[in-house]
Structure formats: structure tokens, C-alpha cells
């Protein structure tokens, strides 16, 4: 059967899908080939907005929206505005609700009213505030004080004084302040014995364990702690020869000017002054020697310093000796006294009890132990052949048994010194002879 023909043309242009016009009008579909697949989606310049981000984009176009603050902006970031200096502003704080806390007062306005303070009541009393500065943030805030280098014991006489120091006030809590003692050795540390070596008619073991004694006595006789506080040094009378430990104690029960203790054994008044702490500073040296007759003879030369705070009746003991013309408070016979200048109390008044001073005291003494063969003694017993003895800072003229060291805080009644000015701590010249009251240069 014949197959009827299409009574209307077909549009030319192919026969693929889009390939022809179908509005008629000659021009070509731009979506013909456009297939709507992933890579299409993915490959958009232009992407729609969502509905919410357009509902309120017509919203806020009328109606901006508000911050309510405490919440930090999504405009915060390296590019946010700077405050002063060139630095970031702080958010705000939260607490654990995110409610903003409140600010703290600025602490810049009171400081600058203390400081305003200050600065007018300065202006006003000068002095004062230097006075309360140096007393409270000078010494606080000042490097602690370099203490003198240490000295070893002397092996040889020295060939001049020690160096000169700060005039400094000595206190309780610095009582070797303003004293060339500060380096020297502590208490029985200075009592170096040299080699023992047989010497007369005793053997070199003799000789040691004699001077072991001398040591032994030195000790007790000047740095036993009792001792010094006053108390009746029997440990020392107790190693002396019959005759000397006779002596020594008459002078402990009456004390004379002929026959005074303190060149046997240092002690202080307890009333009037006591022992700051437990050291005493020692210089000097032994040596020793054979006597000419088959004995032993002990060579002593020290120095003691003893730092002294002031007792409770220090100031009325002071205020109730007096001098008669001619004697000062110094020392014992061929001794010194007291430093030149002494500070008055009115000077001190606010000093309290934290002043404390020194008394240097030297002792020279020669120490013989005889051939027990040809004399009556005994040979484990000290008797002393020879003793010179000097105090500085010590009343000359005051014979009961003790050392009574000046204070500064307390005023004194004493005439000017009539002696020579001498240094206590120069070991390099003997103690002279003097029967005047002198003054020491320093203590």
C-alpha cells in the first residue's frame, strides 16, 4: 500500500532536537547543546541567594539591625579599628551567662592623688622624709654591706696597723660595723700553736700538751661566755700555779688599782653592758722558747674585741660615776680610752638600745713552766713570769673587778682625756707604759 505523503513541509535545519527555530524567526536557541549536569552547577558565576538571607536583606534595607553589645562582631579581626598606640581594643568581658561584667574604676586616679599627697607633705618637711626614707627604703632596698676580707692569724708581728675603716655606728645587728676586727679570726681560731719540739728537759709531747694549756686557759680566762657576763672564772683559776691562782683570786674578792682581775680574766658588769651574740674577735699569735734553766717559756700577744650592748642600768651607771681632774674614762693603768668626740645624747635620743660599742682589749704575757727537778711546782700548772695588758674604751679609774665600756647614747660626765691618742688595733708597736688616761682613735 502506498504511504501517503506529510501535507506540511518539514522546517529545515535537521533533524536533531533544538536544532531547528521554533519560533520561526530564523535565529538560533542559545540553550541548544546545553546539558544541566553537575559540572554545569558547579561551574556558575552567579549564585542564588537563600531565602532567608533575602528576606532579611529587605528587612534590614529599611531597618538596620541593633548590637546589642557583649557579643563580639563578625567585624572583628586584624582589620577592626585600633585603639590608642596602635593597640587592639579589649572585648568586652563575659560572665558565664554572656552578659558584659561591669568595668573596674581605673586605678590611675587615686595613684595620682597619693602621689600629689606625697609630693606637698615632702615639700613640707624635707628633712623627715629623708630621714623615713633612709631609715625604711635605703636600707631595705641598699646592696648588704661587703664584709672585710678574713685575716689569718698572725705567725709574725705585724709591721703596721691595720687599714683605716668607715667611722661607722656599730649596732646590734652589725656590731663588727666600722671595725678593722671584722676579718680577724672568731674566739679560739686565732690560738694557732706552733710545732712542738723538745726544749730543756721536756720532750716535744711535754711541750705540746703545755701549750695546749696556755690555749686552754686563753679560753677560758677571755672568751668562756659566763666569764665574761661577770661570773668567777674558776676553770681558769683552776690551771694556775699555787702562787698565781692565790693572787688571781684575792684580786676577784678586792679588787684594788694594785690588783685589778680584769689583767687576768675580761669580764663586764652584767648591769651595765653584755656580750652581743657569742663571738669575740681574736688577733695574735704563740711562740715559744726555752727559759735558760731547763724549763719551757710561752709567748702570748692578742687582741680581743668585744661587741657590748648596753645592760639595764647601763645609763644610770654612767650618769653616776664621777671623775676627779686628771682621769677619763679609758682604761686600766697603760691603757687608753674612750674615742675622742663622743657623740651627745641628744644626738642619739632616738637610737634606742640598737647602738652598741667596742672594747679592744690586748694582752701580752709571758708563761714559764719550770723544771719540776729544781723547783717546787708543777709542771702541768701556768705560772706567769711577765704581763702587760691594755683596754681601750674602758674607765681608767673604776677598780671593781670589771670592764665598763662607753656608750654614745648615753651622755657623759667624764673631763676631757689628758693622754695620747692611740690606735687600739695596731698590733705593730708594744704597749707602752702610761699612767695617764688616753683616748683611742677608733673602736
Not at 541593633?66 to 579581626?77: E, T
Not at 572585648?91 to 606625697?118: F, I, K
Amino acid at each position: 500500500m502506498p504511504i501517503a505523503e506529510d501535507p506540511q513541509p518539514r522546517p529545515s535545519g535537521g533533524d536533531e532536537p533544538g536544532g531547528s527555530d521554533p519560533s520561526g524567526t530564523g535565529e538560533k536557541d542559545p540553550f541548544a547543546g546545553l546539558v544541566l549536569d553537575d559540572e554545569f552547577v558547579r561551574g556558575a558565576t552567579v549564585k542564588e541567594q537563600s531565602g532567608r538571607t533575602r528576606m532579611l536583606s529587605a528587612r534590614w534595607k529599611h531597618t538596620p539591625p541593633v548590637d546589642p553589645g557583649g557579643r563580639r562582631s563578625v567585624n572583628d579581626g586584624p582589620s577592626a579599628a585600633k585603639g590608642r598606640f596602635g593597640r587592639k581594643p579589649k572585648p568586652a568581658a563575659l560572665d558565664p551567662w554572656g552578659n558584659p561584667r561591669p568595668r573596674r574604676r581605673g586605678w590611675r586616679a587615686p595613684l595620682l592623688v597619693v602621689l600629689t599627697v606625697a609630693v606637698v607633705l615632702s615639700v613640707m618637711n624635707v628633712d623627715g622624709l629623708r630621714t623615713w626614707f633612709s631609715d625604711h627604703v635605703w636600707k631595705s632596698s641598699s646592696a648588704a654591706p661587703v664584709p672585710l676580707p678574713t685575716v689569718a692569724p698572725e705567725t709574725a708581728k705585724p709591721t703596721a696597723a691595720p687599714p683605716a675603716t668607715p667611722d661607722d655606728q656599730p649596732t646590734v645587728d652589725r656590731p663588727w660595723k666600722g671595725s678593722p676586727a671584722e676579718g680577724w679570726p672568731n674566739g679560739q681560731e686565732a690560738f694557732v700553736l706552733p710545732e712542738a719540739k723538745a726544749v730543756g728537759v721536756f720532750s716535744a709531747d711535754e711541750v705540746a700538751d703545755q701549750l695546749q694549756s696556755v690555749k686552754t686557759y686563753l679560753t677560758a680566762a677571755n672568751l668562756d661566755p659566763q666569764v665574761i657576763a661577770g661570773a668567777r672564772p674558776e676553770a681558769s683559776l683552776a690551771m694556775l700555779d699555787r702562787a698565781d691562782r692565790a693572787n688571781a683570786g684575792a684580786a676577784l674578792d678586792h679588787p684594788t688599782k694594785e690588783t685589778d682581775p680584769t689583767s687576768w680574766f675580761t669580764r663586764f658588769d652584767p648591769r651595765e653592758a653584755a656580750l652581743v651574740g657569742t663571738t669575740v674577735k681574736v688577733q695574735g699569735r704563740i711562740s715559744y722558747e726555752g727559759d735558760g734553766d731547763g724549763g719551757v717559756l710561752v709567748h702570748t700577744d692578742f687582741t680581743f674585741v668585744y661587741p657590748l650592748q648596753p645592760g639595764p642600768d647601763a645609763e644610770k651607771l654612767a650618769s653616776s660615776r664621777r671623775r676627779t681632774p686628771g682621769t677619763a674614762p679609758g682604761t686600766a693603768p697603760g691603757g687608753t680610752a674612750k674615742p675622742a668626740g663622743l657623740a651627745s645624747r641628744a644626738a642619739a635620743a632616738n637610737t634606742g638600745d640598737t647602738w652598741t660599742t667596742r672594747t679592744i682589749v690586748r694582752k701580752v704575757d709571758d708563761i714559764r713552766f719550770y723544771d719540776p727537778k729544781h723547783y717546787k711546782v708543777d709542771a702541768k700548772k701556768l705560772v706567769f713570769d711577765k704581763t702587760q695588758w691594755d683596754a681601750g674604751n674602758s674607765a681608767c679609774d673604776v677598780y671593781d673587778g670589771f670592764l665598763h665600756p662607753q656608750f654614745q647614747q648615753f651622755e657623759s660626765h667624764d673631763p676631757a682625756p689628758t693622754g695620747p691618742t692611740t690606735d687600739p688595733y695596731d698590733r705593730s708597736k708594744d704597749i707602752a707604759p702610761a699612767d695617764q688616761c688616753g683616748s683611742v682613735s677608733r673602736t
